[in-house]
Structure formats: structure tokens, C-alpha cells
């Protein structure tokens, strides 16, 4: 039977991360593990946007502006971020399972009382302790899949950890929606639950047992430590509330802005000055990783951005219900739990940049499908574009992990998958941040274009005017309530049409961004099988 983790050594550390053998026999207690792990991943990305669809009632409960709402989001994102690289020391310090079934229990206290919060503060403060403790499982999930699993079985989990990536960001908004509906908000996390329990206990079940070694945490980067969290959460924050803020007309944005460069660059001035920094910076060197990573964070823009436009649209322009885009965006989800088998087989056959360019093709080309909406666009329409997305979506997410970890020795794979993890999400919220700009920027852009063609000396304005003002006459108005309703009517148009062309602008944008990625990946050594079964070349 293959042993599912070394032993402590005598000092009680946790043991060193290994990789099984090729070829070695992975018993049924390593699938649950690997399974719980995956589980705890796609709980804790499904929880970064869940709480979107459900934002108004729940900024109605506790009487709260919708500015004020974003940082709802804002705290889960800046403490999660924050977390991911000290996963790599914080499992050394506690041990795998100690940490994970320590993290996961957390998680679920925060997120009941998430549920039970009285007023935005206490929401705010839950959701921060909620992003911490959920974080950690993104990058853990992958540690797992490298470490407790040979490389000639690694596809397979590479394959789940995929779906993980790709999946949730689609359906947090889609099953928040469900929930509030049905049970009202607090149940979007009370089902945390559900997940977490099986979590805990898969890991009880499939998962040695290690002893603490404490001193790691003393002897600890805690100066390198203290400068990233500054960096990355001042940069969360930056991102989050730049576009609300008019970016840097605003002295807050500055201040962040300041704050998140000197964090940053001191972390990475830390990290180069030290022999055992908390987490290897010095991957980025390596020509697989630094291509993996970057084409990583470029495509969590893709991925954490069409999940940002296309609910939007449908519930601004389409007019739809949270059940109603729930049952457009579930087109993006379904068809990947059919192609992420077939994707993972091909990766230790085909090469994989060739593999990559053909989801980067299809991920890019849907969103350029998506550039040509109209405000009668819907779910007939939209449903080939996401089956395009979900059937090119696998194969970026699956090759990307295997390029970051090509030929890597054991002992970084915790740092790697950490590194790699936090870029997607950076990458993510920069692809948020820049969209939500550019919406607002070319929705004034398309708004002033049409406004000069849409004018009261036009003929045929001045022929639509008269047309709705006596139909409005025709219902009883008074001549001067019916012109200005015939006004008022027209100016909706506009402004609706802008707003169609602003995400149209937005989508074309992923679209190119994702395709000329394709470039990219070709600077890669070539990757047949996770880990290096075949090898890089």
C-alpha cells in the first residue's frame, strides 16, 4: 500500500513533501484526500463572488449604501490573497492535515457568522476572518494532487483541480442567486456546511496524522511576511475600489496605490536577502513557471472577468432574475465535467502548448462571440458562446498547472502552487478592476457618440418623438407630461444601447487579450505529462 505521507522526522517536524513513484499503486484513502481537497478549493473560490447576486438583499438587511456593500467582497479578497502565499509555512508549521481540518473548521464558523451578521462591520470583519481561513484550501488542493499522487495518475487530479478554477467563479453567482431566492441570503453560507463537513472528514479519513513543529512560526519572514500582506492587500483594495473611487483623483487610491508598491517591492527585497524566505520567489525564474504564471493571472482576467460581465448584462439589459442567469451561466459549467476527462487523457499524449493554444483559441473566440450582443440578446443566443467557453476553458486551466510544475523538485511545490494560485487570483481581480472601468468609460463614450446622433434636430428623432407623445396623449396624458415621457423614453434607449456597446467593448477585449496569449505559451519547453513523466524537453 503506498504510504500517504512520510514520516515526522525526530525533531516532530511534518514531514518533507515527496512525490510518490511512478507507477506506485494510489489507495483509496489518497483519492479521498485528494477529493476532499478539491472539495475545500471549489468552496473557497465559489465564495468570492457567491455573495454578488445576492448583494441587494443583503446590503437591505443591514441597511447599507451599495459602495459601502463592495467591501463585502473586498475584505474576502484581501485576506485571501493574503493567505495563499503563507500556506507553504503555515503547513510546515501545523502539518497538512492539522492545518487543513483547522482551516476548513474555521471556515465554517466565520461563514455562520457571516449569516448571522447584525450590521455592515461585523459583515465586513466576518468575511475578511472567512477569506483567511477559506484561502489557504485553493492552494492546498494542488499541493495535494502533487504530493500525494505519482505523476502517471496526476493528470487526473490536475483534471479536478481544473474544474475547481474554472467552475466555481461561474457558479458562485448562479448558486447565490438559487439560495436567495429560495431561503434568503444567510443561506448562501450556512451551505457551507454541506461541503465542509465532508471536507473534514475526508481529510480525517484519508490523511496521516503529523506532529506540530511550532518553531517554524518563530523563526519564521515574519518582516517578509508583514510586507506582503501590506503589498497585496493594499493592492486587493486598490483594484477593488479604484474604479468607485475615480482611481487616482482620489487620495485613498493613491495612499493604497503607495502602500501596495512599497509592500510589494520590500517582500521581494526580503525574500532575495534571506536563505529561507516563507515562500521561493526564485521560481519566477524558471521560463515554465514565470510563462504558467503569467498566462495564469491573464487568463483568471478571462475567467473571473466574463463571470463579472455576462451577469451583469443579463441582469441590466436582459432584465433577467438571478434563477434566470443561473440557468444561462450553467452552460459555462456542465460541458467542462465531460471535456476536463477527455483534456486530461490528451495531456500525456498531445504537447501541451498545443493543447493551451487550442483553449486559448476557443476561451478567446467565445468572448469575441460574445462582442456582438445586442439589448435583445439572451439565453438562446448565449448558450452556444458558453459551450464554446466551456469546452476551451479545461484545457488552459489543466496545461497551466502543468507547465508551473514541470520539473520542479518536491521540496517547492508547496511555494509553487501557492505562487501560481495567488497570481490567478491577482490576475482575476486586475481583469474586475480594468473591466469595470473600461464599462464605465465607454458606456460615457458610446452614450456622448449616440447623443449627437439621437438629437432634437434630427428627423428622425424629431418623427420617434412625436410618435411616442401621441401615443402617450392617446392614454390620457396632458401634451407636456406626454413629451416628456416621449423624451425620457428615447433617453433610456440610449443610455441601454450604450450600455450594450460598453459590454461588447468589454468582452472584445478578453476575446484579443486571450488570444494573443497563444504567443505566450509558446515560449514554454515543452510538456506531455503532469510533473514530468515524460519530462520538459
Request: net charge neutral; no cysteine.
Given at each position: 500500500m503506498t504510504s500517504l505521507s512520510k514520516p515526522a522526522t525526530a525533531g516532530g517536524a511534518p514531514a518533507t513533501p515527496y512525490s510518490p513513484p511512478v507507477g506506485a499503486r494510489v489507495d483509496a484513502r489518497t483519492w479521498v484526500a485528494v477529493a476532499a481537497g478539491m472539495l475545500g478549493a471549489f468552496m473557497a473560490v465559489l465564495d468570492i463572488q457567491i455573495t454578488n447576486s445576492s448583494l441587494r438583499d443583503i446590503l437591505g438587511t443591514l441597511s447599507a449604501t451599495q459602495e459601502e456593500g463592495s467591501w463585502i467582497s473586498t475584505a474576502y479578497l484581501c485576506a485571501e490573497i493574503v493567505v495563499i502565499p503563507m500556506t507553504a509555512l503555515l503547513t510546515r508549521a501545523f502539518g497538512v492535515r492539522n492545518y487543513m481540518m483547522g482551516t476548513t473548521a474555521l471556515f465554517l464558523l466565520f461563514s455562520t457568522l457571516c449569516g448571522a451578521a447584525w450590521n455592515l462591520e461585523s459583515m465586513i470583519v466576518f468575511r475578511?476572518?472567512?477569506?483567511?481561513?477559506?484561502?489557504?484550501?485553493?492552494?492546498?488542493?494542488?499541493?495535494?494532487?502533487?504530493?500525494?499522487?505519482?505523476?502517471?495518475?496526476?493528470?487526473?487530479?490536475?483534471?479536478?483541480?481544473?474544474?475547481?478554477?474554472t467552475l466555481a467563479p461561474a457558479m458562485g453567482p448562479t448558486l447565490g442567486g438559487y439560495l436567495s431566492e429560495l431561503y434568503g441570503w444567510p443561506s448562501i453560507f450556512y451551505i457551507n456546511w454541506v461541503p465542509g463537513v465532508l471536507l473534514i472528514a475526508g481529510l480525517m479519513y484519508g490523511l496521516d496524522k503529523e506532529k506540530a513543529n511550532l518553531r517554524t512560526l518563530v523563526n519564521a519572514d515574519w518582516l517578509g511576511i508583514g510586507l506582503m500582506a501590506m503589498g497585496l492587500a493594499c493592492l486587493t483594495i486598490f483594484l477593488e475600489e479604484g474604479n468607485s473611487k475615480d482611481w487616482f483623483e482620489?487620495?485613498?487610491?493613491?495612499?493604497?496605490?503607495?502602500?501596495?508598491?512599497?509592500?510589494?517591492?520590500?517582500?521581494?527585497?526580503?525574500?532575495?536577502?534571506?536563505?529561507d524566505p516563507f515562500v521561493n520567489l526564485a521560481l519566477y525564474g524558471q521560463r515554465n513557471f514565470l510563462v504558467a504564471t503569467t498566462l495564469s493571472a491573464v487568463t483568471g482576467?478571462?475567467?473571473?472577468?466574463?463571470?463579472?460581465?455576462l451577469p451583469l448584462y443579463l441582469g441590466q439589459i436582459a432584465g433577467y432574475t438571478p434563477m434566470q442567469i443561473g440557468e444561462v451561466i450553467a452552460w459555462v459549467g456542465l460541458p467542462q465535467l465531460f471535456v476536463m476527462p477527455f483534456a486530461a487523457a490528451l495531456s500525456s499524449k498531445v504537447d501541451n502548448r498545443i493543447l493551451c493554444s487550442f483553449g486559448l483559441l476557443l476561451f478567446g473566440g467565445s468572448c469575441l462571440m460574445n462582442a456582438f450582443m445586442d439589448a435583445s440578446t439572451g439565453y438562446d443566443q448565449l448558450m452556444l458562446t458558453q459551450i464554446v467557453r466551456a469546452i476551451g476553458q479545461p484545457f488552459v486551466m489543466l496545461t497551466?498547472?502543468?507547465f508551473a510544475m514541470s520539473g520542479l523538485p518536491p521540496r517547492d511545490m508547496p511555494s509553487a502552487s501557492s505562487l501560481f494560485n495567488m497570481t490567478r487570483n491577482l490576475g482575476g481581480s486586475i481583469g474586475i478592476a480594468l473591466l469595470a472601468t473600461s464599462l464605465t468609460n465607454r458606456?460615457?463614450?458610446?452614450?456622448?457618440r449616440l447623443g449627437e446622433a439621437v438629437s432634437n434636430y434630427a428627423p428622425a428623432t424629431q418623427q420617434r418623438?412625436?410618435?411616442?407623445?401621441?401615443?402617450?396623449?392617446?392614454?390620457?396624458?396632458?401634451?407636456a407630461t406626454a413629451a416628456s415621457q416621449a423624451l425620457a423614453v428615447i433617453d433610456r434607449i440610449v443610455r441601454r444601447e450604450s450600455y450594450v456597446m460598453a459590454y461588447n467593448d468589454g468582452f472584445l477585449i478578453i476575446g484579443l487579450v486571450l488570444i494573443g496569449c497563444i504567443a505566450a505559451i509558446w515560449m514554454a519547453d515543452k510538456v506531455k505529462s503532469p510533473g514530468g513523466a515524460s519530462g520538459a524537453h
Open positions: 475578511m476572518l472567512q477569506g483567511f481561513t477559506g484561502g489557504a484550501l485553493i492552494p492546498m488542493a494542488m499541493t495535494l494532487v502533487i504530493t500525494r499522487l505519482p505523476a502517471n495518475k496526476r493528470a487526473v487530479g490536475m483534471a479536478i483541480f481544473g474544474l475547481t478554477a482620489s487620495e485613498f487610491i493613491v495612499t493604497f496605490a503607495a502602500l501596495s508598491l512599497t509592500g510589494i517591492l520590500g517582500w521581494v527585497a526580503v525574500s532575495f536577502s534571506r536563505p482576467m478571462g475567467l473571473y472577468g466574463s463571470s463579472f460581465l497551466l498547472s502543468n458606456e460615457h463614450f458610446h452614450s456622448a418623438l412625436d410618435q411616442l407623445t401621441q401615443g402617450f396623449i392617446a392614454n390620457g396624458m396632458d401634451p
